[in-house]
């Protein structure tokens, strides 16, 4: 694992750049009224670095389109996010999707700028509450950073995905990057943001948090 985190620090705002500015709606199976699994992330949902249409959001989509035709994915991710800017954000995707599922990854831009880890948790929750609100069921998916910024602040961070999801009923996907962090072969020359061979193993990461939420 600290292959994935050896660099990660260093390059926080790099993704920014070259971020999207409207949700796209991944092509899925046609049908009547198709309800939205709504993604809303960062670079690591945002296809960063990799070709458009390989990511394990588009997977997701492709995998939905074929087991749960009933469903479509709406990917509302955008580089260098943070949770303050997904709190800011998903208000009016509610509005505009009214999903049945909203996945939450975001978190990993707040630690590595060293904001608080409080704020972190409290944006977290809102989101959450603001999904299970509008009727939406809740994923969050789970980040884990370099050890550089000590021991206490990593590990809250680690612990703040699991701790809003059992507060706020939400599933939860432990690790995304489980099963790929040590493996150099699953990153871009940046070390850091997952390539396109990584993509199929992220999908699977989060699959089983979400598959029992689609009926």
Do not use: C
């Not at 949700?23 to 709504?38: D, I, K, N």
């Not at 954000?89 to 831009?109: D, I, K, T, Y």
Request: hydrophobic share 45%; proline share 7%; glycine share 6%.
């Amino acid at each position: 694992m600290r292959l994935f985190f050896r660099l990660l620090y260093t390059s926080v705002l790099t993704a920014a750049a070259i971020a999207p500015g409207h949700a796209q709606t991944v092509p899925t199976a046609q049908g009547s009224a198709p309800r939205a699994v709504l993604v809303l992330g960062d670079s690591l949902s945002a296809e960063y670095g990799i070709k458009r249409g390989t990511g394990w959001v588009p997977l997701l989509s492709e995998r939905i389109s074929q087991q749960y035709p009933k469903y479509k994915v709406v990917n509302a991710s955008i580089s260098g996010d943070t949770t303050s800017g997904g709190v800011a954000r998903l208000p009016a995707l509610l509005r505009q999707h009214a999903p049945a599922v909203v996945m939450l990854e975001l978190g990993s831009n707040d630690a590595l700028r060293g904001l608080s880890l409080t704020m972190t948790e409290q944006n977290l929750r809102n989101m959450a509450q603001a999904a299970r609100q509008a009727d939406a069921d809740v994923v969050i998916v789970g980040m884990q950073i370099p050890p550089n910024y000590g021991r206490d602040y990593t590990q809250r961070f680690a612990q703040l995905f699991p701790t809003v999801a059992k507060d706020e009923k939400a599933r939860l996907v432990p690790f995304l990057m489980e099963g790929i962090a040590t493996n150099r072969a699953m990153f871009q020359a940046d070390g850091i943001h997952p390539n396109e061979d990584a993509q199929p193993q992220l999908l699977d990461n989060v699959w089983p948090a979400l598959r029992p939420l689609l009926n």
